[in-house]
């Protein structure tokens, strides 16, 4: 059964630092493309970031959104089974809720979210 548990999220000053984890249980994250993405109130979900197997290479593909590279990182740890979101300088722009997924036999899953709140 695939699921996925975030956590990380919080109240934070703009500049400031969060680190997103997204627990994966029923698969194995370093053979799949788990990805994240945010919701703003009002606005469609967005992806932000996702990272992708290392099957055929050491060092896994990453890819972000325009709005957030060179501020944000994504990675994996293999032993955990789990992907991480480092979330530096953050802006009042960035505050939304942030859910991790991931695509299994073409089906689309989700963690709960966790809610990202920069303040100005």
């Known amino acids: 059964q695939v699921r996925l548990v975030e956590s990380g999220g919080g109240l934070v000053q703009a500049g400031g630092s969060l680190r997103l984890s997204c627990a994966a249980s029923?698969?194995?994250?370093?053979?799949?493309?788990v990805a994240w993405y945010r919701q703003a109130p009002g606005k469609e979900r967005e992806l932000v970031a996702y990272?992708?197997?290392?099957?055929?290479?050491?060092?896994?593909?990453?890819n972000y959104a325009d709005s957030v590279t060179g501020r944000f990182a994504i990675s994996r740890d293999d032993a955990k089974n789990t992907v991480y979101l480092q979330m530096n300088s953050l802006e009042p722009e960035d505050t939304a809720e942030y859910y991790c997924?991931?695509?299994?036999?073409?089906?689309?899953?989700w963690g709960q979210g966790t809610q990202v709140t920069v303040s100005s």
């Open positions: 997924n991931t695509q299994r036999g073409g089906r689309d899953y």
């Open positions: 029923g698969f194995i994250a370093r053979r799949s493309t």
């Open positions: 990272i992708g197997s290392n099957i055929l290479s050491a060092r896994p593909p990453t």
